[in-house]
């Protein structure tokens, strides 16, 4: 038997780092990688033979969790009948129907049409392209800590002062094109006003995560994103919400439904929406939602290309298909009710145990910030009254350095947490009481580690 070192020494061999996405390499909590050979569920087993509860769920696609038997069958039903036509095909129909009836359900004016591409990646740089096309203007403001895939203009990185154009945030980015973004703190509605202010009628879109979810989550203060639709639109720029974490995960319509639902959140609508992970269903899809003004700039019918050999494709669509028709009311409810018994126990292990815990949350996806929030100067409050991060600034003041040990105690005892601080954890609708059991069975002395690291 090949164990996960020897596979891990093999990949390192022939693939940089030994990983496929950098979000997989162990870089900030040591060790090697497990390499998995099935998913069953709620559980991941690996090539050692390990079986444990996984809280990635493929970093979030998985809302189901592993190989549903449903989505399995008509992925194979479909590979056998189908796998990649060149034409058009129902399937790419009936997935762009489901997306838009759950926004309308919401708004019936969020959005009338969806583009189908493979990667969050494409989503957010087609959306880019298309606001720019539509609007004629240059420039993008994004958020510090927010991810939106890692197209060139989006790998940008602040810069010195508020409302400055950004720096490459990535070698090899050239700076005329990152001088195209700005980048500013989330959560600060005066330095998106400054930015405006200082670029008046020059800025194509401001691009925000639904909820900021890659910093570990970072909650939108009530109507931060409604004021972001507001400044945007008294400039003539579009608002471009990434769904592509939050979408059809935190609610049926995303993060951005869940919203419309709080009279202190709603009552704004965005320009265009992007969706991944979840839409796929574990499989590459994602996808580019808005009014039907703003898609017909997109080729064929308008000036702004885009395209994509395996858009839309048979197989990955079967797969979104069978995720969005499975993901009713009831799997919501499971996942919210999960999410609660999950912050619950890590909460009271980590009061036991003597370590603060601020806990970032979105319904049914969260993260734990580790550390004294006051003594930290986090400006936030959690749904515990303790103090909370709301910028990539606070959360990095973390006790960060506890997190390996935690990590790893959870991983041996059984528990496949993300190998980051600051990733959200991921539920799925299989994570049943077993799971969940043993995932509280396992955090007493997990806790214990924590409280024990040192920096
Ligand atoms: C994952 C992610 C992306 C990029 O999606 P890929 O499919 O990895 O290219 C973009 N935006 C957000 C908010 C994401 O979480």
């Known amino acids: 038997m090949t164990t996960s070192t020897e596979w891990f020494d093999r990949a390192r061999a022939v693939i940089p780092g030994g990983v496929n996405s950098p979000v997989r390499a162990f870089g900030s909590v040591g060790g090697t990688p497990p390499f998995s050979v ?29 190989s549903h038997p449903e989505v399995v069958d008509v992925v194979q039903q479909t590979a056998a009948d189908l796998m990649c036509p060149g034409g058009s095909t129902p399937g790419e129909v009936e997935l762009a129907e489901a997306v838009v009836a759950r926004l309308k359900a919401v708004n019936p004016d969020a959005i009338d049409e969806v583009r189908l591409v493979s990667t969050g990646t494409e989503a957010t740089m087609t959306a880019i392209r298309l606001a720019r096309g539509v609007t004629g203007r240059d420039l993008v403001i994004k958020f510090s800590g927010c991810y939106h895939g890692h197209s060139d203009g989006l790998l940008a990185a602040a810069g010195s002062g508020l409302a400055t154009l950004a720096l490459p945030g990535s070698a090899g980015v050239p700076e005329p094109i990152t001088s195209q973004t700005i980048v500013l703190p989330y959560n600060d509605l005066d330095a998106v006003r400054a930015a405006f202010n200082e670029y008046e009628g020059r800025i194509a879109s401001v691009i925000v995560e639904a909820s900021a979810a890659n910093m570990g989550v970072v909650p939108p203060l009530p109507g931060y994103n409604r004021a972001l639709a507001e400044i945007c639109h008294a400039d003539g720029a579009l608002l471009i919400c990434d769904e592509v974490l939050t979408g059809f995960r935190t609610g049926p319509a995303g993060w951005w439904g869940r919203e419309q639902e709080d009279p202190e959140r709603g009552n704004w609508t965005p320009d265009i929406f992007t969706f991944g992970k979840v839409i796929g269903g574990g499989m590459p899809v994602a996808g580019i939602g808005a009014r039907r003004e703003v898609m017909e700039h997109l080729a064929p019918n308008g000036p702004v290309y885009q395209g994509g050999t395996l858009s839309g494709n048979p ?47 979105v319904r049914n996806l969260f993260s734990f910030a580790m550390g004294d929030g006051a003594a930290l100067g986090w400006s936030g409050v959690d749904e515990f009254g303790s103090p909370a991060p709301v910028n990539e600034d606070e959360v990095k003041r973390q006790e960060g350095w506890r997190y390996p040990a935690f990590f790893h105690a959870m991983l041996d005892a059984g528990v496949n947490l993300p190998p980051s601080v600051f990733e959200a954890w991921f539920l799925s609708s299989a994570h049943d009481d077993e799971a969940l059991s043993h995932f509280e069975a396992t955090l007493p002395a997990a806790a214990e580690a924590a409280a024990a690291a040192t920096a």
């Open 315 to 361: 197989v990955a669509v079967a797969a979104g298909i069978a995720t969005m028709r499975l993901a009713d009311d009831a799997v919501y409810a499971h996942l919210d009710a999960a999410a609660d018994r999950v912050i619950g126990a890590v909460k009271r292990e980590f009061d036991r145990v003597g370590v603060p815990v601020a806990v970032q949350r």
């Open 38 to 66: 099935k998913g069953e569920g709620a559980w991941l087993i690996d090539v050692d033979g390990n079986r444990r509860v996984d809280f990635i769920c493929g970093w979030g696609p998985l809302l189901l969790g592993h």
